[in-house]
């Protein structure tokens, strides 16, 4: 028995190929195929708890929700790779000069953007501006229509349908007209 263990042990520590001067064996490639199927499994366990836990105490929309669990499960699937390529002495290092160069230029042609999504993301937790509004920003008034993690769209009072970017909902001053339909709704109950 002890010599059948030994065969396999030495079938799967058998050098497949080499990259980087490095042995790469059967036993080595279950072994990368083990940690992404953890990784893989953690990021399905763990995003479900998340929006139960964390996201269920915050009232943010399905699309935020969405977006920061899909965030969450690309970070761990993308930790597990890691590790799981690293498990076998491969040095990710060198990536990490072209991907903090890559990193700094999509930071400067992103910031807008990043702007608008996280101003949206305080919008709509915070609900400062809610569908249904009568609002003026700029010196144009109009009905709030949607919310959206990166703009607002907004029908103007002659009909005209416009977009603005929620980081305007930040840095311009909003005067809200007369509250939403459903406010209103809920204050007659009340009544």
Same mark, same amino acid.
Request: charged share 20%; no cysteine.
């Given at each position: 028995?002890?010599?059948?263990?030994?065969?396999?042990?030495?079938?799967?520590?058998?050098?497949?190929?080499?990259?980087?001067?490095?042995?790469?064996?059967?036993?080595?490639?279950?072994?990368?195929v083990? %940690?992404? @199927?953890? *990784?893989?499994? !953690?990021?399905?366990? &763990?995003?479900?708890?998340?929006?139960?836990?964390?996201?269920? =105490? $915050?009232?943010?929309?399905?699309?935020?929700?969405?977006?920061?669990?899909?965030?969450?499960r690309?970070?761990?699937?993308?930790?597990?790779?890691?590790?799981?390529?690293?498990?076998?002495?491969?040095?990710?290092?060198?990536?990490?000069?072209?991907?903090?160069?890559?990193?700094?230029? %999509?930071? @400067?042609? *992103?910031?807008? !953007?990043?702007?608008? &999504?996280?101003?949206?993301?305080?919008?709509?937790?915070?609900? =400062? $501006?809610?569908?249904?509004?009568?609002?003026?920003?700029?010196?144009?008034?109009?009905?709030?229509?949607?919310?959206?993690?990166?703009s607002?769209?907004?029908?103007?009072?002659?009909?005209?349908?416009?977009?603005?970017?929620?980081?305007?909902?930040?840095?311009?001053?909003?005067?809200? %007209?007369?509250?939403?339909?459903?406010?209103?709704?809920?204050?007659?109950?009340?009544?």
């Open positions: 028995m002890d010599n059948l263990w030994n065969e396999i042990w030495k079938v799967l520590n058998t050098s497949i190929t080499q990259i980087q001067e490095r042995d790469l064996s059967l036993l080595s490639l279950i072994q990368v083990l %940690i992404i @199927f953890i *990784a893989w499994f !953690l990021s399905r366990t &763990l995003t479900p708890m998340l929006r139960r836990v964390i996201l269920g =105490r $915050v009232e943010f929309g399905d699309t935020v929700e969405n977006s920061i669990a899909k965030g969450f690309f970070t761990i699937l993308f930790i597990g790779i890691y590790v799981a390529i690293s498990s076998i002495g491969f040095d990710l290092a060198i990536l990490l000069v072209p991907l903090g160069g890559l990193s700094v230029g %999509i930071g @400067f042609g *992103a910031q807008d !953007l990043a702007k608008n &999504l996280i101003a949206g993301v305080i919008t709509m937790s915070e609900q =400062r $501006v809610r569908r249904g509004q009568v609002i003026e920003i700029r010196g144009m008034r109009g009905t709030v229509e949607s919310i959206g993690l990166r607002t769209t907004v029908r103007m009072e002659d009909g005209i349908q416009l977009m603005l970017a929620n980081g305007d909902f930040m840095s311009q001053p909003v005067k809200i %007209i007369s509250e939403s339909d459903d406010d209103e709704e809920d204050s007659k109950a009340a009544d």
